[in-house]
């Protein structure tokens, strides 16, 4: 039943291994003990990185969304029959300090044109290194035609 001097395919492995060369450096280098404590650092700081980015990335985009969401609602409120330029900018104020706090600070400007299009421009600061690092400069803007002008 068996094939060759082993009794079961055990018996061969084990024959192969006790053939390979013992001891000094080839020993080391074939053993991978101790690579654990290796390897979980250089792991972890690539994991860490790769979450911080993330939450770095979302709260860019939350910010932008937040002004832009602001900057439309603000321009929606300038357009209605009867409101100003300034009531679209005091709404935009009023929603950028309750969805990101009243410390944010945002330079709010609303203007009318002619043909009676209404544009809320929205100018802050974004941290680009968490929220306590240098920040980068966002504007962005929200359009509506004014009901007086149909």
Not at 27 to 43: C, Q, Y
Not at 82 to 98: M, V, W, Y
Not at 141 to 147: K, L, N, P, R, S
Request: no cysteine.
């Amino acid at each position: 039943m068996s094939s060759g001097p082993w009794r079961s395919p055990l018996d061969r492995a084990r024959a192969v291994r006790d053939e390979r060369p013992r001891g000094g450096l080839h020993r080391r280098l074939i053993e991978d003990r101790g690579s654990a404590v290796v390897e979980f650092p250089l792991v972890a700081v690539v994991v860490l990185l790769i979450a911080l980015a993330t939450i770095q990335a979302a709260l860019v985009l939350h910010t932008r969304n937040t002004l832009t969401d602001a900057a439309v609602h603000g321009a929606r409120t300038a357009a209605l029959v009867g409101n100003t330029p300034e009531d679209g900018e005091q709404r935009t104020r009023l929603l950028i300090s309750q969805s990101l706090g009243a410390g944010y600070d945002a330079e709010v400007t609303a203007r009318s044109s002619p043909e009676g299009r209404i544009t809320v421009e929205v100018e802050a600061a974004v941290p680009l290194i968490g929220l306590i690092g240098p920040a980068g400069t966002l504007r962005v803007d929200g359009h509506a035609t004014d009901e007086e002008s149909w």
